[in-house]
């Protein structure tokens, strides 16, 4: 018995044509939300898919909660929020949560006390009654993190959960995320929003191309990777006038279309020299996530993207 | 995994959950299943059973009537097995989002199939009562026995048309189906008249086929004619229904578990 949630050793992902999950090693500890951050087609939704069974694993072992992730019996004890909604449109909010109880063999009687708290939970005690197509974009997506809670779970695993929400419906989801943490729950998400990565996840890997390219808590890649400040500076001319903006300054600088991005652990004087050019316009911030993750993935747009 | 090791929960509550959405239409669905066999029981039976008389020795009404309530099995078992089995595997998620539960594939086959033949049995059932009102029923002490047969035919058709929809990029592939499979059988295969005024190659073919046994198993029960090879007919169709069964997981998983 190991201590861990998920397990992956050595794990390698193998279509006809190339390899798109090159060897991941990793291990998910209960209790936190654990973050995989990547952008499109560096192999999250495939470690995803892996996970839950619906993907078989090519090489490697990769377990959860100590069975191979191949063993369906584990379902029993995960809840799953898909990317693509899949609730079932023909059905009320209610019919839908009942039904898929019934995936689980939980009993009505017992899905239905059930059921009220989830609504509950996920704001929606008011619209049991009404068809999923009247829903917003918002109350669907916490429609189905209801239904992932359905069989109590122990491992909550989404797929962007907040992709395509508005900013209200996002912080809510978040918040009823952080709320099942504090519960104890262990969280496994996909995102590409670094901002969603950095208010949720304990821990993260950033994955590209298949393999794994730093992982660690969000402040510590932070520290790590990029300096703590970073000053986007727009309307220099070239590539010498933003060496002369930066001369005798410790900025590292990455130049991006038309923005200058320049990272330093005391922005101050930049600030004050840029403040002085009537010509550029800047912002000051400290570094996040973001920078982490493109210094790491690059910037540059990709034919998959 | 072996396909046939199924936990009948599961198996129920795939079934369950088609019966629901059925339960909130059922009188649209009803319309659709049960309107054409009986406009083709009126229109032929009577109008072209008046020049004909009889048929293999019974009235052609009674002759037309139980062969009708087989193909009409048959086509609600295809019709479910095929558009709303894709509607459910590839427009809705549906059984993606129940491959997330501790159901498997398999058992999502399974209940699909129990539900495309519970289909069956649901119209056959209409088109059973409306056979009697219309005296078509010659047998009632052995026509009762044709309901558990028509969920046999439903099992029988909606295994193959599951396999198929399992491969099917679009619903436009079905129209192949129904022009190379269904329609044939509607044809030849005993429906509207007996397989003998056929030529001998068609015949042998016929035999293959499981229609030919669907109408072989039910028309006795219904009517005077005398019932032969009853086992050879059922398990026909029970090859039929296992055998599309396994071919439909087998290629389900080759499309979904990837």
New interface residues.
């Given amino acids: 018995m190991s201590d861990c949630v998920v397990s992956a050793k050595g794990v390698r992902k193998r279509f006809a044509d190339r390899e798109v999950i090159c060897g991941i090693d990793f291990d998910i500890r209960p209790g936190i939300c654990f973050g995989i951050l990547g952008p499109n087609g560096a192999g999250k939704t495939t470690l995803m898919r892996m996970l839950l069974g619906l993907s078989p694993v090519t090489d490697g072992d990769y377990t959860l909660f100590d069975k191979p992730v191949s063993d369906a019996s584990t379902h029993s004890r995960v809840g799953v929020v898909p990317q693509q909604d899949n609730l079932d449109p023909d059905f009320s909010v209610r019919l839908n949560l009942h039904v898929y109880a019934g995936y689980f063999g939980i009993r009505a009687a017992d899905a239905a006390s059930r059921i009220d708290e989830l609504l509950e939970f996920a704001a929606l005690a008011t619209r049991g009654d009404d068809k999923v197509a009247r829903l917003s974009g918002g109350m669907r997506r916490r429609l189905m993190v209801a239904r992932a809670l359905i069989n109590n779970p122990d491992l909550i695993v989404l797929d962007e959960p907040s992709t395509g929400l508005d900013p209200q419906a996002r912080h809510l989801i978040w918040q009823r995320l952080r709320s099942l943490k504090a519960r104890g729950k262990t969280l496994i998400l996909t995102t590409h929003y670094m901002e969603e990565a950095a208010e949720l996840c304990d821990e993260l890997i950033i994955l590209d191309h298949g393999t794994i390219l730093t992982r660690g808590t969000p402040r510590a890649l932070i520290a790590e990777h990029v300096e703590a400040e970073v000053v986007a500076v727009r309307g220099l001319s070239n590539e010498l006038d933003a060496a002369e903006l930066c001369e005798g300054l410790d900025i590292r600088r990455d130049h991006v279309g038309d923005t200058w991005f320049c990272y330093g652990s005391d922005a101050r004087p930049l600030v004050a020299r840029c403040s002085k050019r009537s010509e550029l316009s800047f912002i000051h911030r400290p570094a996040s996530l973001e920078d982490v993750f493109l210094k790491l993935t690059g910037r540059d747009m990709r034919a998959e993207a | 995994m072996s396909a046939l090791s199924l936990q009948p929960?599961?198996v129920l509550?795939?079934w369950?959950?088609n019966f629901?959405?059925w339960k909130?239409?059922a009188a649209a669905s009803m319309l659709g299943n049960f309107g054409d066999p009986f406009l083709y029981l009126l229109g032929l039976g009577y109008g072209l059973g008046h020049y004909i008389g009889d048929m293999s020795g019974i009235p052609y009404m009674a002759y037309l009537a139980s062969g009708i309530l087989c193909s009409s099995a048959m086509n609600t078992a295809t019709f479910e097995g095929l558009y709303s089995a894709f509607t459910r595997m590839n427009q809705?998620?549906?059984w993606?989002?129940?491959?997330?539960?501790?159901?498997?594939i398999n058992e999502i086959i399974a209940g699909e199939q129990m539900w495309a033949a519970s289909k069956s049995l649901i119209s056959g059932t209409a088109i059973f009562i409306v056979a009697g009102l219309l005296g078509a029923i010659q047998q009632w002490d052995t026509a009762l026995l044709a309901l558990p047969v028509i969920f046999l035919i439903g099992l029988a058709f909606a295994g193959p048309a599951l396999a198929f929809c399992a491969v099917s990029p679009s619903y436009d592939f079905f129209l192949y189906y129904f022009t190379l499979a269904i329609t044939p059988m509607f044809l030849f295969c005993g429906v509207f008249y007996p397989l003998d005024t056929l030529p001998a190659a068609v015949q042998d073919f016929a035999q293959i086929l499981p229609l030919t046994h669907a109408v072989a198993l039910v028309r006795p029960l219904l009517t005077e004619m005398p019932l032969t090879e009853p086992w050879l007919h059922a398990g026909v169709l029970a090859a039929y229904a296992i055998g599309g069964f396994l071919l439909a997981t087998r290629l389900a998983t080759r499309r979904?578990?990837?």
């Fill in positions: 929960g599961h509550a795939v369950r959950r629901l959405v909130q239409l809705q998620g549906t993606e989002s129940m491959l997330a539960t501790p159901v498997r979904l578990l990837r």
